[in-house]
């Protein structure tokens, strides 16, 4: 039987790998036959959701690191700093950076082992301006604004647009609640493809007064019908989901973990199907 790591190595092998490995366990939990290609599918989309990465102690302490850093100066440390931090070669840290981004830890530039993305944090400018006190970060959706806010664990207001288009709208976190719940939420992208590009399924995911806005919203951009999720909803699960990101050790949820998230918040479906 293989496990996780070699789960990844083999679903990176494509068709070949997966017919390889005909009778043997593309996951801990699942076992896979060469007649079964829609339990292999399945696998080959739990794999790409999670990334094909396995994960160090030392990459999960830089993640950690990187995240309470951003939280502290409003941006990222440059990543000779972060070594310094660390105390080891820049070397090591880039390397480190790089496995995170290959398990979908966080997202680096295209062109370069810069941060991108740091979950919840928008490293440049995105749809929501998060304040609390007298600071500020980017997010690229209300919901990893609300993540900002329950990671900080304090009151904070979150700048967005309905729809992203031209009406502004503030979300307040004042005492652990969220005090607008008479807007919707609404998540265009299905979980299975938010790592296809988390960029477009974050920019997906906006704010509505009404279902009907929703639709008209669809239809004029063309894009899917996703979830509609109440923003209290959205914000009890951004506070399970983020509650715990600046505190040591930063951990990476599995697949299963993220599925039984899912489904503690009553978010079931399709939609909602990793795999």
Avoid at 39 to 65: N, S, Y
């Amino acid at each position: 039987m293989l496990g996780g790591a070699a789960a990844l190595f083999v679903w990176f092998k494509g068709k070949v790998g997966l017919r390889r490995a005909a009778t043997q366990s593309l996951h801990p939990f699942v076992e896979v036959s060469a007649c079964d290609p829609v339990a292999a599918q399945r696998i080959m989309r739990k794999g790409r959701w999670m990334g094909g990465a396995t994960l160090t102690p030392f990459d999960l302490t830089v993640r950690g690191e990187l995240t309470r850093t951003i939280a502290e100066l409003d941006h990222a440390p440059a990543n000779e700093s972060l070594a310094q931090l660390l105390g080891v070669p820049l070397p090591t840290i880039e390397q480190a950076l790089r496995r995170l981004h290959d398990a979908h830890a966080l997202l680096l530039h295209p062109h370069c082992c810069v941060p991108w993305v740091v979950h919840p944090f928008a490293l440049s400018p995105g749809s929501c301006w998060v304040q609390s006190r007298d600071r500020g970060w980017w997010a690229n959706c209300l919901y990893c604004g609300m993540g900002i806010a329950a990671a900080l664990q304090r009151d904070t207001t979150i700048h967005t647009r309905i729809g992203g288009e031209h009406e502004p709208v503030v979300i307040h976190i004042h005492d652990g609640q969220l005090q607008e719940t008479a807007l919707i939420f609404h998540l265009s992208t299905p979980v299975s493809a938010w790592w296809d590009n988390v960029i477009h399924a974050c920019a997906s995911f906006q704010p509505f007064h009404s279902e009907a806005d929703v639709d008209a919203w669809c239809d004029r951009h063309a894009l899917p019908r996703g979830a509609i999720v109440p923003p209290s909803s959205m914000w009890a699960f951004a506070t399970d989901w983020y509650g715990d990101y600046l505190r040591k050790p930063w951990l990476k949820r599995s697949t299963d973990e993220a599925e039984a998230l899912f489904l503690k918040h009553g978010f079931t479906g399709k939609f909602w199907q990793i795999s």
